[in-house]
């Protein structure tokens, strides 16, 4: 019975983890990625597939493309891959392919990934000394920047916004599409009213991408709305602390 019971909390302890963020897990890893490692996956003979130049002048497909090439994989440690050191070389879909110079933190040790951004696979798999990115991995780093948008829109005054807006922005612009986060028919009206203060404007900005990617997070549905609700909160705020800003026609917008 002990034995049954300890298997019980095993299979619970997995669902509940794989269950955790979905919506921002799809955004990060590619999909049907099998959580296999493959000696050759990656090399100059097999290299990933990431599809991120397959359309070249659509930038969200180019950026989706490398969000899920820099989310999908970690270090053996769980630490996160540096892809900053980027060249080219022959091979192929297109003649050419990109090599990255990958470094890892804790041994030092050095792997070069070749990466084919002009095809998409239907298959993804893990090179040779990394492991796939996990749930339980994803929830130890998003965390504590959900943690810090919280407390962002619980406070009574916009202090916290300015205190954790570059590190929330800063990882949120590094792990994940941002193009998911911006919806043109709930921001519109603020980036295109060029009566509003700049600083305001910034303001509202953060605040709704902060929000959406919340709300993402927590897979509270109507994303758009509560992000919405939660930046004319944010305004009012705002304004209360700072009456002399130039709210241009937003006031009436946020009614």
Not at 154 to 161: W, Y
Not at 178 to 206: A, C, W
Not at 230 to 246: G, S, W
């Amino acid at each position: 019975m002990k034995h049954f019971l300890s298997l019980i909390s095993l299979v619970l302890l997995a669902y509940c983890s794989q269950a955790q963020y979905p919506k921002v897990f799809a955004v990060l890893q590619f999909e049907n990625l099998v959580n296999e490692v493959k000696p050759t996956y990656g090399t100059l003979e097999q290299p990933v597939e990431s599809g991120a130049f397959i359309h070249m002048a659509n930038p969200k497909s180019r950026n989706a493309g490398f969000v899920r090439l820099f989310n999908s994989y970690r270090w053996p440690n769980g630490e996160k891959i540096d892809f900053s050191k980027r060249g080219s070389t022959q091979g192929g879909s297109k003649g050419i392919v990109d090599r990255y110079v990958l470094v890892n933190p804790e041994s030092s040790d050095t792997v070069f990934l070749y990466v084919d951004p002009y095809k998409t696979s239907d298959k993804y798999y893990v090179p040779k000394g990394m492991i796939a990115l996990t749930p339980a991995l994803l929830k130890k780093e998003i965390e504590p920047i959900l943690q810090q948008i919280e407390e962002i829109n619980q406070a009574e005054e916009g202090s916290k916004l300015i205190l954790h807006a570059e590190e929330v922005m800063s990882y949120i612009s590094q792990n994940f599409d941002q193009h998911k986060l911006v919806d043109e028919d709930k921001v519109g009206p603020i980036v295109e009213d060029k009566e509003v203060d700049k600083m305001l404007m910034g303001y509202l900005m953060r605040s709704y991408v902060f929000s959406k990617y919340y709300a993402l997070a927590k897979d509270l549905g109507n994303e758009a709305d509560y992000a919405f609700g939660q930046m004319r909160n944010n305004f009012k705020k705002y304004v209360k602390l700072n009456p002399e800003t130039n709210t241009g026609k937003i006031g009436e917008y946020f009614k």
